[in-house]
């Protein structure tokens, strides 16, 4: 199947945001293979990694930062309160991915689809060339072949990126490995409650500082986007899942390295899309600081792209 030729970028996001995918539908007859089963004790902890135990209760949810995007719905800040639940320390791996493929035999949306959403310029020349850009986002390419396990398309892999999230994953995709993990997809708010790491309303899951001391405690774009990253924080793509210091409750990266989908619809009614979180190494103040701790967008649940993965939720009590 042939990556689509309309622009299908995601309406509500600014173009450092993964573009839509709702037009490129998988081929008639084609599904999402077996509902995967539930972990088999010896794979438990690949599928579970490290989790958090929280205690839940009441936070101030959202922000009336300058920076947020109307749209976006960040606030009015407001109190909400969360029951206990467990979360992962770390975005899931590359590794915990491959576990559940080589233990159910499942196969991603993107790869039904056959193409997902690379940026530029991890593309050798002939590639960029060869693929189809969203008019508003050129800086994204449909490379065909593109998937979880080749990154940048064919001919790339995973060597040396066990350790780092894994991406070009669907809400679905998300979702069918929580199955077979025995978790969830984290709402919205247990997210945000999270990520903030026990802090008040501040802009960063360790303060209101971006660089305190002139320490990067993320990995976002620097330089001007999206000509030049000056990788001063380490890294031009993704980083490993336990890159910098953990907040206050021992998450990491929270902010920065792949968006993360939560269990949430952007809006209740007809629509479709689902909340993502976090930011991730594209964005960059000129275009998208949704890379704060209270930031939110959205994407269509087939949508999939090079900077998007999750991690999981878990009931307790």
Known sequence: MHAPTSDNSNDDAPSCCAPSGPARSAPVGI?????PS???????????????????????MGSEDTDAHVADGEGPVRSVTVAPFAIDAYAVTNARFAAFVRATGYRTETEEFGWSYVFAKFLP?????????????????AVEGAAWNAPEGPGSGLDGRADH???????TDAEA?????????????????A?????????????????????????IWQGKFPSRN?????????????????????????????????????QQGDDTRRVMRGGSYLCHDSYCNRYRVAARTSNTSDSSAGNLGFRLAWDIG
């Open 31 to 35: 599904g999402l293979g077996p509902r």
């Open 38 to 60: 539930a972990a088999a004790p010896g794979e438990l902890d690949a599928a579970y990694a490290d989790r958090v135990e929280l205690p839940g209760g009441s936070f101030r």
């Open 125 to 141: 020349g002939p590639l960029r060339g060869q693929s189809q850009r969203p008019a508003s986002a050129p800086w994204w390419c």
């Open 165 to 171: 999230p894994v991406t070009h994953v669907t809400w």
């Open 177 to 193: 490995f929580a199955r077979w993990s025995g978790g969830r997809l984290p709402q919205e708010e247990e997210w945000e409650y």
């Open 195 to 219: 990520a903030r790491g026990g802090l008040d309303q501040r802009r960063y899951p360790w303060g209101d500082e971006l660089t305190p001391g002139g320490e990067h405690r993320c990995n």
């Open 230 to 266: 000056t990788e001063e924080d380490g890294y031009t793509g993704t980083a490993p899942v336990d890159t910098y210091a953990p907040n206050g409750f021992g998450l990491y990266n929270t902010v920065g390295n792949v968006w993360e989908w939560s269990a949430d619809l952007w």
